[in-house]
């Protein structure tokens, strides 16, 4: 045995031991059904063999047989097969209960360490991996279960049938002792010629996922453009990669399995040709042969299984290996046990200082300082690149800075213990997303809300008139990704879910970039007057918007290069000024080519 093959194989039992820990009961049922199901199929061997030599032998001597002997031999050979039904029906049910409840458990558990883990961890990982991780990988990871009480019943079953047989004949013991090793070797050869085509095909699964999952997220692109042969090819090639993985796991299987199959008749041959010696010289009886025989017979399948257990280990510890990366991982992330001050829902203070933050070697922000006071609005205004939606992810802690704090209430936001911080801040990014639910559950995303809280929340988002008017009103789907929606009923819907939940701070990522500049104003003046008033952080653009800010803060090149009034940044500030008037400009000309449209 190569260290590569011992060390599959003993990784693969150790994840057979996580599972019998984690499900103790439902194995122990599952082996005592596989244990029963051994027992009653070695001792039908030897009724067979008792029966032939007893009834079936005489009867043909003699030339008649009676019905009491006929009778009790057709119930002990249905006794054994009653007792072999009870134990399967035991072993399956056992198994496969055990095998969903791991797999259903392990994707639970996949999933929450994916919405534990910060979106840096996120941004480093394929939306295809991710997804193959919680799917296939779970399912490899326990593929084995679904056999593995059947492999410990015919290990038991060994052992019953090797003591028979040495009590039958030692001789014709010898030559099944001789076939199980042979089971055992060659299954660590195919362990060691599965394993890494295992691990490259899982890794192909994952990679399919991903390419896939990039063109349904981009069918809208890849339509537009005209990029379907295109896209067909990338797919078709790695598509082709894994076919070409597959295939090489099933030559490995096509090649094994038959042997696997045929070393058990073979021992079933060699006990027939031993066995007709042994009795043509007395030393065994009809009965006695009949039997060996026989139980090599019923052996052959359940001996397999312990060959489909050792077959799928290899799969299975990929499988694990895979999946324990996400369950392990931490994100770099850490959390503390401190807690906000009682502030009674009012809204927060916002402090940023000296925070800088960097993707790789590329510095993003280099010491930003930020200091907002309860119930103020914040307007961050920079040209494209300059730093903005990053700082907006460090101020809802999407991701830590790596030099400076933020701080919310004068309490570092990486102190607070997990789920703190989203109590008392909300972020609508750029990117609105909406899933394929109700209205209601699109606001509510499963929370406890009354309906006149969504109402309300509508109201300050602009939303209310809209939603008022579809056919269901809350209750109305919007379809996936809301498609029934416009691009900035699908951006008010957004906020209204940001806003049900009265947030402390609230900070809009361009988040109303889809809607009038009227309906913009309309909004960032309702959050002013609202019932559960906030302290508000706006990307902006528009100058309209910009104004309604308190206080203004330009960024270029990830650096605060000026702060203060609108009319203040306006006169001082050259950057500033040619990026807010030329966003005019721009929204004019739009205006006057809309014009120049209609008349024509």
């Known amino acids: 045995m190569t260290s590569t093959s011992g060390a599959v194989l003993r990784r693969g039992l150790r994840v057979l031991g996580v599972a019998v820990r984690e499900e103790p009961w ?30 079936i032998v005489p009867a043909f001597r003699d030339g008649r047989t009676s019905a009491g002997a006929l009778a009790l031999a057709a119930a002990a050979i249905l006794g054994v097969a009653v007792l072999k039904v009870v134990g399967m029906i035991g072993r399956r049910l056992g198994a496969g209960v055990m095998q969903f409840r791991l797999q259903a458990s392990y994707r639970r558990r996949v999933t929450r360490q994916y919405l534990r883990l910060p979106l840096a961890w996120h941004h480093q990982h394929s939306t295809g991996e991710l997804l193959s991780n919680a799917n296939s990988d779970v399912e490899a990871t326990w593929y084995p279960i679904a056999p593995f009480p059947f492999a410990v019943g015919t290990i038991i ?14 001789v ?6 001789c076939v199980f090793p042979a089971v055992f070797a060659v299954n660590v050869v195919y362990s060691r010629r599965m394993s890494p085509r295992m691990t490259r095909a899982q890794q192909l699964r994952g990679e399919v ?18 990029r379907e042969a295109e896209e067909t090819v990338r797919f078709q090639a790695i598509a082709e990669d894994l076919r070409d993985g597959l295939v090489a796991v099933g030559r490995v299987r096509g090649l094994f399995d038959p042997v696997m199959e045929a070393l058990p008749n073979l021992g079933t041959l060699l006990v027939l040709l031993v066995g007709s010696i042994r009795l043509s010289s007395g030393a065994v009886s009809v009965a006695d042969v009949v039997s060996v025989a026989y139980l090599f017979t019923v052996l052959a399948f359940p001996v397999r299984a312990i060959g489909w257990v050792l077959g799928e280990l290899p799969r299975s510890v990929v499988g694990w290996d895979r999946v324990q990366r996400v369950l392990t991982a931490d994100g770099s992330m850490p959390y503390g046990t401190a807690s906000l001050p009682d502030a009674g829902g009012a809204p927060a203070a916002l402090t940023v200082s000296k925070a800088s933050f960097a993707f790789g070697d590329a510095e993003v922000l280099h010491d930003v300082g930020l200091d907002l006071a309860p119930g103020r609005t914040l307007a961050l205004v920079g040209p494209t690149g300059s730093g903005k939606s990053t700082l907006a992810g460090l101020l809802v802690r999407l991701v830590d800075p790596s030099a400076g704090q933020v701080l919310l209430d004068g309490t570092d936001v990486r102190s607070l213990p997990p789920g703190v911080l989203a109590g008392s801040v909300a972020l609508v990014p750029q990117t609105t997303f909406v899933f394929d639910d109700t209205v209601r559950g699109n606001v509510t995303l499963g929370a406890d809300i009354d309906d006149s809280a969504v109402w309300q929340a509508l109201r300050l988002a602009q939303a209310d008139h809209f939603v008022g008017a579809l056919p269901g009103a809350l209750d109305t789907r919007v379809g996936e990704r809301g498609t029934t929606l416009s691009g900035g009923q699908r951006q008010r819907l957004a906020l209204a879910r940001a806003l049900v939940r009265a947030p402390r701070l609230l900070v809009l990522d361009d988040a109303t970039s ?3 500049a009227s309906v913009e104003g309309a909004i960032l003046r309702g959050l002013r007057g609202a019932p559960f008033p906030s302290t508000v952080v706006v990307i902006a653009y528009r100058r309209a ?24 940044l306006l006169a001082s500030t050259p950057g500033y000024r040619h990026l807010v008037t030329a966003y005019e400009q721009a929204e004019r000309d739009r205006a006057l080519l809309a014009e120049d449209e209609v008349v024509a």
């Open 26 to 55: 439902i194995f122990t049922l599952s082996v005592l059904g596989s244990a029963l199901f051994a027992a009653a199929t070695v001792g039908s061997a030897f009724v067979i063999g008792q029966v032939t030599g007893r009834v």
């Open 157 to 170: 079953m060994i052992f019953i049938a090797g003591a028979a047989l040495v009590a039958t004949d030692p």
């Open 172 to 177: 014709l013991a010898l030559v099944g002792f």
């Open 209 to 226: 996922s991903a390419v896939a999952h990039e063109s349904f997220d981009g069918a809208l692109v890849v339509k537009t453009l005209g």
């Open 514 to 516: 889809s809607v009038d």
């Open 545 to 568: 918007t910009i104004a309604l800010a308190d206080e203004v803060v330009y960024l270029e090149h990830g650096r605060v290069v000026a702060c203060g009034s609108h009319d203040v």
